[in-house]
C-alpha cells in the first residue's frame, strides 16, 4: 500500500506561536490531499481539501487565516496553525488520493498541544 | 446533507466472542461510498474495506464480514473470534460519489470503541 507520512506526530507549542505540519505522500504522488481534525473521543471533522497548485477549499466555520494550508507539490501538503491558542489543541490527521482508483491514505496524525 | 450515525459508543467483549458494529447513513446521493477503518490508540487510521453503492453484495475478509443493506441505510461491521488486538475505535464513513472513484472528502461517524477483554 501507499505511505503517507506526517510530521511531527506531537508537538506542543507556546499559545500566540504558530505550528507547521507536514503531510507527505512517500511512493506517490498526491493530486489531492485532505485535512482533518479530531477532539478528543470524538469523530474526524474534514478541515479543507487541498490541490496540488491551487488554493485550498475549506469546510464551512473552518478559520482560512487561522489554518493556512499549501500544497506546492504532488508530494507535499503543509498546514500551518497561526497564532495558536488553548482550543486548536487536538489531533490533526491528513489522507492522500493518489490519482488511481484506490482508496484516500492517511497519515499517522499529529497531536497539537498549545500551553 | 451527508450523516453517519454510530448509535454504540463503546463496546466491550470477551476474546473470542462475535461483535457487531452499527453503521447507517444518510445521503440523497444515488452513487456513493462507504468505508470502514480501525484508529488503534497509536491514532493512525487504518483503511478496512470500501464498498460503492451499488454492490449490495456481503464481503467477508478473514474474520471481518460486512453487511450492506441499502433498504435500511446500513453497513454493518462484524469482527468474529474477536482478539485483544482488534481493541481500537472504529469509523464508518461515507463519500459522495464525485468523482469516479469515491475517494473525496469524508464523512465520518461518531466512532464506536472497541474493547476485547482477554
Known amino acids: 500500500g501507499a505511505v503517507v507520512s506526517q510530521h511531527p506526530s506531537r508537538v506542543i507549542c507556546k499559545s500566540g506561536t504558530s505550528v507547521k505540519i507536514e503531510c507527505r505522500s512517500l511512493?506517490?504522488?498526491?493530486?489531492?490531499m485532505f485535512w482533518y481534525r479530531q477532539f478528543p473521543k470524538q469523530s474526524l471533522m474534514l478541515m479543507a481539501t487541498?490541490?496540488?497548485?491551487?488554493?485550498?477549499?475549506?469546510e464551512q466555520g473552518v478559520e482560512k487565516d487561522k489554518f493556512l494550508i499549501n500544497h506546492a507539490s504532488l508530494t507535499l501538503s503543509t498546514l500551518t496553525v497561526t497564532s495558536a491558542h488553548p482550543e486548536d489543541s487536538s489531533f490533526y490527521i491528513c489522507?492522500?488520493?493518489?490519482?488511481?482508483?484506490?482508496?484516500?491514505?492517511f497519515g499517522q496524525g499529529t497531536r497539537l498541544t498549545v500551553v | 446533507a451527508q450523516k453517519v450515525t454510530q448509535a454504540q459508543t463503546e463496546i466491550s467483549v470477551v476474546e473470542k466472542e462475535d461483535v457487531t458494529l452499527d453503521c447507517v447513513y444518510e445521503?440523497?446521493?444515488?452513487?456513493?461510498?462507504l468505508f470502514w477503518y480501525k484508529q488503534p490508540p497509536s491514532g493512525e487510521l487504518v483503511f478496512l474495506i470500501r464498498?460503492?453503492?451499488?454492490?449490495?453484495q456481503n464481503e467477508i475478509s478473514g474474520r471481518y464480514s460486512w453487511n450492506f443493506q441499502k433498504s435500511t441505510s446500513s453497513f454493518n461491521f462484524t469482527i468474529t473470534a474477536s482478539q485483544v488486538v482488534d481493541s481500537a475505535v472504529y469509523f464508518c464513513?461515507?463519500?459522495?460519489?464525485?468523482?469516479?472513484?469515491?475517494?473525496?472528502?469524508?464523512?465520518f461517524g461518531t466512532g464506536t470503541r472497541l474493547t476485547i477483554i482477554p
Open positions: 489522507s492522500a488520493l493518489k490519482s488511481q482508483n484506490t482508496e484516500a491514505f
Open positions: 511512493d506517490f504522488q498526491a493530486t489531492t
Open positions: 487541498s490541490n496540488e497548485g491551487s488554493k485550498a477549499t475549506y
Open positions: 445521503t440523497r446521493d444515488t452513487t456513493y461510498y
Open positions: 464498498r460503492n453503492s451499488f454492490d449490495e
Open positions: 464513513a461515507l463519500s459522495e460519489g464525485i468523482s469516479n472513484f469515491g475517494n473525496e472528502k469524508l464523512t
